[in-house]
């Protein structure tokens, strides 16, 4: 029974996860994956098991764990999210808004530089072995939070909204300096149409932003690594404080 519960609290961490839960990932290796997780877990657990005296019992209790994997799997999600985020605005700015493609996570149509953050985001994972990190903290919440006591409090409640805010945060701390420099080029532009009326700004304006849009983002790809890894080395104690009372 122990295998069991372990399995659907991991289930969730990797339906959630980014890459792991994209719909392009088979459902069928998601649960292999879970269930290999499970084995390699359940020996190394000392913990309580649960013992349900119903049916009802017994689905509450495997609910609750894949809540829990769920709302792990979601705390990593935020942090590509907020990557999407910034380049997606970033691509608005830079007039590549036509220029989508499909988002293997949520099965939507995306900006090309969202996709592009969300898949160096990805690598900058793997590198810095963020997958063992989250693993870990998968690991230790089973002492944290033992099988079967959680529950919907308000300060699980209060972090949970106040962890998925820092999409914006890390949006922000992303795509602040490139936005910030097209827009001053577009007020410049905007500036230099009104000084001479005959000067076309939209077919100077197109390569422009594109151009300097792209240059910035080149240059901006070790500030993007940094908070990056920055927000991977606060996944933990993220976690942990989540499911503190």
């Given amino acids: 029974m122990k295998g069991i519960f372990i399995f659907f609290r991991t289930l969730g961490v990797i339906i959630t996860s980014p890459i792991l839960g994209d719909r392009g990932f088979p459902a069928t290796a998601k649960i292999a994956l879970a269930l290999s997780i499970a084995f390699l877990l359940t020996p190394v657990l000392n913990i309580e098991v649960p013992n349900p005296d119903s049916i009802i019992t017994l689905i509450l209790i495997i609910s609750r764990e894949i809540l829990i994997g769920v709302a792990i799997g979601s705390v990593v999600l935020f942090i590509f999210m907020g990557v999407q985020l910034a380049g997606s605005i970033m691509g608005f700015q830079m007039g590549m808004w036509l220029a989508e493609m499909v988002d ?3 099965g939507i149509e995306i900006p090309v530089i969202a996709q ?7 690598m900058i994972f793997i590198c810095v072995n ?9 690991r230790q919440t089973f ?5 079967g006591t959680f529950s919907l409090s308000n300060s699980f409640m209060e972090q949970f909204v106040a962890t998925g805010s820092s999409i914006f945060r890390v949006g922000f701390e992303i795509g602040a300096p490139i936005i910030g420099v097209l827009l001053l080029i577009s007020i410049a532009l905007g500036l230099i149409s009104r000084a001479i009326p005959e000067f076309d700004v939209l077919m100077a304006s197109i390569p422009l932003t594109i151009g300097v849009g792209l240059w910035l983002m080149a240059a901006s790809l070790p500030y993007i690594a940094v908070t990056v890894i920055k927000m991977i080395n606060k996944l933990e104690p993220t976690i942990y404080n989540l499911f503190r009372p």
Avoid at 130 to 138: K, R
Avoid at 143 to 147: D, E, N, S, T, V
């Fill in 104 to 106: 293997p996570t949520f």
């Fill in 130 to 138: 963020g997958h063992l990190i989250v693993l870990n903290a998968v």
């Fill in 116 to 122: 592009f953050n969300y898949l160096f985001a990805i």
């Fill in 143 to 147: 002492k944290l939070l033992p099988l």
